[in-house]
């Protein structure tokens, strides 16, 4: 299977490596807030990614972290007069919701980065005493110098990123040196003391705290959203290279497009999100998943309520063939049996090209329409069992729940 990969601009194989488990971590939400579609849309494609790679054979090791420590939550725990812990449970409760209700059940495990901010101080420790990080009055900073080329996840010169700022400070080394550990006032909420003074954990170092931890070493795929790229990922490339030594740690780092509303990014930040519970509403789980099916992972579009109204009826005939085929369960035994076919080998084929899902959506629905016009012109059930397992396999890997 190829998916394209942002470090190396190409679509790269995927492979795995360690008793044939693939590794993937996905950056998950910061639980302030309700996730919302772009959410989805992220998570939803990721949902497939493991979906396929189980069909396709391999085990499959999905961590996602989950940011629960971070100045927004601490603003909003302020303005409700609770603790943020308070704030972080209930979104934290309402999240697990929500995915399950968009049927994305992949995820092996989900881990919050306040259980590993000892974690991340020992990293941080390792890059101090190797020279890869330094202090500056109170606070901890990743030299971007000592990295093996900062810039080339997102792929930026040295020219273009001088000409920008990370965690601006004066005394840096280079202005996209980034924060490790921030010091903080000892009053204020979520601080901790430890040998780098009293502070918090800054926000890249989290994702690789878990990594290493729940992965002991180089994994297969990041991924997360492409707003992502920069800063984010590069400086938790920069790290895990740093402490590891290893170069690449990861092997292919994924990025979904971004969803938009009017030309701009949906965000709670812009106030223009809509919320999946509000989207459940209207729409059902499979509408909406359908909906972002038919575009490709990495296309970033504006959202469409007409589209996704017409999604709710494109589905419909999926659902009716699923009336009138035998119960899924077969698809397993069946399988090897629909290697012979065309229309399986041009399914794996769409799927195993960087996960073209709207091709592959094209495919369920043709054969679903060709199921129930069968079903239609024969009385003959027994006429359409034949398709049934590919029609399950297909509906499996793209994770509908027809409920
Ligand atoms: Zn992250």
């Known amino acids: 299977m190829l998916i394209f990969n942002t470090l190396s601009r190409a679509k790269d194989t995927i492979q795995s490596k360690e008793g044939n488990i693939f590794k993937m971590f996905i950056c998950g939400p910061t639980v302030q807030d309700n996730i919302h579609l772009g959410h989805a849309k992220t998570y939803i494609a990721f949902d497939v990614l493991a979906r396929w790679l189980l069909k396709s054979g391999h085990k499959v090791f999905f961590v996602m972290n989950i940011t629960d420590i971070d100045d927004k939550i601490f603003e909003r725990a302020k303005k409700e007069n609770v603790q943020h ?31 590993y901010v ?3 101080i020992d990293l941080i420790q390792i890059m101090v005493s190797s020279g890869k990080a330094y202090a500056l009055e109170g606070n901890c900073y990743f030299d971007t110098s000592k990295a093996d080329h900062f810039g080339k996840l997102s792929h930026q010169s040295d020219f273009q990123l001088r000409l920008k700022q990370i965690d601006a400070a004066p005394g840096k080394r280079n202005s996209v040196d980034f924060l ?32 290493f931890s729940q992965f002991g070493g180089p994994y297969e795929l990041h991924g997360g959203a492409t707003e992502l790229i920069f800063p984010h990922h590069e400086a938790e490339l920069a790290q895990d290279e740093a402490v590891s030594g290893e170069i690449p740690f990861v092997s292919i780092w994924m990025h979904t497009g971004l969803l938009l509303k009017d030309g701009e990014k949906m965000s709670k930040s812009l106030g223009n999100m809509i919320t999946i519970k509000e989207a459940l509403k209207s729409h059902s789980a499979d509408a909406i998943r359908y909906y972002f099916l038919k575009h490709h992972y990495r296309e970033s579009f504006n959202v469409s309520l007409e589209e996704l109204k017409s999604a709710n009826k494109e589905l419909d005939v999926i659902v009716e063939a699923s009336k009138l085929l035998p119960k899924r369960g077969r698809a397993a035994k069946e399988l090897k049996s629909l290697l012979e076919k065309e229309t399986f080998r041009k399914f794996a084929h769409a799927m195993d090209d960087d996960l073209d899902t709207p091709k592959a959506l094209g495919m369920l629905t043709k054969l679903a329409r060709e199921i129930v016009q069968t079903g239609k012109d024969s009385r003959e059930k027994d006429q359409i069992q034949d398709p049934a397992p590919l029609f399950w396999h297909m509906v499996e890997t793209l994770g509908f729940g027809l409920f």
């Open 118 to 120: 000892k974690e991340a």
């Open 85 to 115: 812990t308070q704030i972080s449970n209930r979104f934290f409760n309402d999240f697990l919701k929500d995915i399950e209700a968009l049927n994305v059940v992949t995820i092996s495990k989900i881990e919050r980065v306040s259980d």
């Open 180 to 211: 490790l550990w921030r010091k903080m006032s000892e009053t204020s909420e979520g601080v901790l003391e430890c040998a780098l003074g009293t502070g918090r954990p800054g926000w890249h170092i989290e994702d690789s705290a878990i990594a």
